[in-house]
């Protein structure tokens, strides 16, 4: 009897392969042979088991601290030390232009291994500034291949007739089903006094291009009352703003380039903003089931310290008035301060800093040395998890989830 054909073995193997349960074991099967090796690190196979079984998370990266590996017990935690050592999250493969003094390179987003980086002029980090010409530096790196794009400056012709700047947002979007995996968009919120403006780079044209200019009006909304863009969720293909209003979100289709507005101050979640002493802190958007919109929003008293989540859900996530209705009601373990730091993957991500670090003489402003602990709350189970501690000397601004397969399955992502 023949032997079968070498490529029905190996799409046996393949099948067999696509069923291991996370990426560890595939990692260790990898390891077996080099024929396991082959099959499983190419890039077809790779796609099919990323549908089936999502990527791990690895940790956090910090805008100016760095990586934050999952620790023991966290299941990730041999992934997350893989990683770390792989990795340099410290961006000191990425050259900073010749463009006078400016800040070390830090992360303003990260998606599918990439991670947006600006550096900025040390006279203009906070600035608020006149014309994008005088935005920081941005560039796109894989910390573990250790590739880099720079940026070009968005044409001055572009931005030369906007108004004065309030308000600018450097995001990644995602990669479409039929977008070469190495090609990536930087997606460029410019708020204005009048108007939004969205700037879009392409890594495969290397060109800023227009694509959306709503007025706030023709959103059938005045100019946010707190300018803040750079606290949004991404899910579903949609980047949510939920600190610019108290009472509607923002919303930005990347799929057609549309931006909408969604109301949030009716039924259960307009009850919860008016409990009387409790602290309500800023809301955040996950993915629900059935399509359903589904929010967030921690609430604290802090006299006792005790913290919870309201869970809330709208049926349809048009610009209807369709009332939020509770879901849930998940309480925190007591006795430290939490803060939400973001959203994806079907997680909610907590930091909470315990309360014997607490000091009340700074008015609810982190002290620069201090333990934070990093919890992810899985949306559809409720189950939280603490994934690692830090040490900072000087807080971070954002911290960004970091979502991966182990180093020896991972393909550079430029």
């Not at 880099?148 to 968005?154: A, K, R």
């Not at 980047?239 to 108290?246: E, Q, R």
């Not at 949030?264 to 993915?287: A, E, F, K, R």
Request: glycine share 4%; aromatic share 12%; hydrophobic share 40%.
């Amino acid at each position: 009897m023949a032997p079968p054909a070498p490529h029905l073995v190996d799409e046996i193997l393949e099948e067999i392969f696509l069923h291991l349960p996370n990426p560890a074991a595939l990692a260790r099967a990898s390891t077996a042979c080099p024929r396991f090796r082959r099959i499983i690190t190419q890039g077809s196979f790779l796609r099919r088991y990323r549908k089936l079984h999502p990527p791990p998370l690895l940790g956090f990266v910090a805008d100016k601290a760095g990586f934050h590996p999952a620790q023991e017990p966290h299941p990730s935690a041999p992934l997350a030390r893989a990683l770390a050592d792989a990795a340099d999250f410290s961006y000191s493969f990425v050259p900073k232009p010749n463009n006078g003094w400016l800040t070390p390179w830090y992360a303003r987003d990260i998606r599918d291994g990439r991670v947006l980086l600006e550096c900025s002029s040390l006279w203009e980090t906070d600035a608020v500034f006149t014309n994008l010409a005088l935005r920081p530096c941005l560039a796109v790196c894989d910390p573990l291949s250790r590739r880099h794009v720079l940026l070009p400056p968005i044409p001055e012709e572009m931005t030369v007739q906007q108004e004065r700047l309030v308000g600018f947002e450097p995001m990644l979007a995602p990669i479409g089903e039929d977008e070469d995996e190495t090609s990536f968009k930087v997606i460029c919120t410019a708020h204005y006094k009048s108007k939004l403006v969205t700037f879009i780079f392409s890594s495969v044209t290397g060109q800023w291009y227009i694509a959306a200019s709503p007025t706030w009006s023709s959103l059938g909304t005045g100019e946010p009352s707190w300018p803040c863009l750079s606290h949004f969720n991404f899910l579903r293909g949609c980047f949510y703003w939920t600190a610019l209003w108290s009472d509607k979100l923002l919303v930005l289709d990347t799929r057609i380039m549309e931006f909408y507005i969604v109301y949030v101050l009716t039924g259960d979640h307009l009850q919860l903003l008016n409990q009387p002493h409790q602290s309500v802190c800023m809301s955040t958007i996950v993915d629900g089931t059935q399509g359903a919109l589904e929010m967030f929003t921690l609430v604290g008293d802090y006299s006792p310290n005790l913290f919870r989540l309201n869970h809330t859900t709208q049926q349809n996530n048009s610009e209807s008035s369709s009332e939020w209705q509770q879901k849930n009601v998940i309480a925190l373990p007591p006795r430290c301060f939490y803060f939400t730091v973001g959203a994806t993957e079907g997680f909610l991500f907590l930091r909470g800093v315990r309360e014997a670090q607490w000091d009340d003489n700074l008015h609810g402003v982190l002290p620069e040395d201090n333990d934070v602990d990093f919890f992810s709350l899985e949306v559809k189970t409720f189950e939280l998890k603490k994934v690692c501690r830090a040490t900072y000397y000087q807080f971070p601004n954002r911290v960004h989830s970091y979502f991966g397969f182990p180093p020896s399955l991972s393909k550079p992502s430029l």
